[in-house]
């Protein structure tokens, strides 16, 4: 007897794990952790919201019920991505900037 192979994912980006700290992120095989403290905007969204993420490029998330994208490359390496906040006009070692 043969086992079936399993089949191939049908999700090229998808939330694994979700802390108080941040959530887990996997993408292209590799598991990424997403600090809250490096990327806040993501602290108080909805589980549903959070779990909702797209890979439209293969170097581009988008989670559109937040309305929030970022680089891949920013969760990667956020520290070579300073996030200057508009409202207290303080730099956070960070991604993007939100639209």
Not at 64 to 86: G, K, N, T, W
Not at 88 to 98: A, K, N, Q, V, Y
């Amino acid at each position: 007897m043969t086992s079936v192979q399993h089949g191939t994912s049908i999700s090229a980006v998808e939330v694994t794990n979700v802390s108080k700290h941040g959530f887990w992120l996997l993408m292209h095989d590799q598991e990424v952790f997403v600090p809250f403290e490096e990327f806040p905007w993501f602290r108080e969204a909805p589980i549903g919201k959070l779990l909702n993420v797209e890979l439209p490029s293969p170097h581009h998330l988008y989670w559109p019920d937040l309305d929030i994208d970022l680089a891949v490359e920013s969760l990667l390496h956020p520290e070579q991505f300073p996030l200057i906040d508009r409202v207290g006009l303080t730099s956070h070692s960070s991604t993007e900037e939100r639209s």
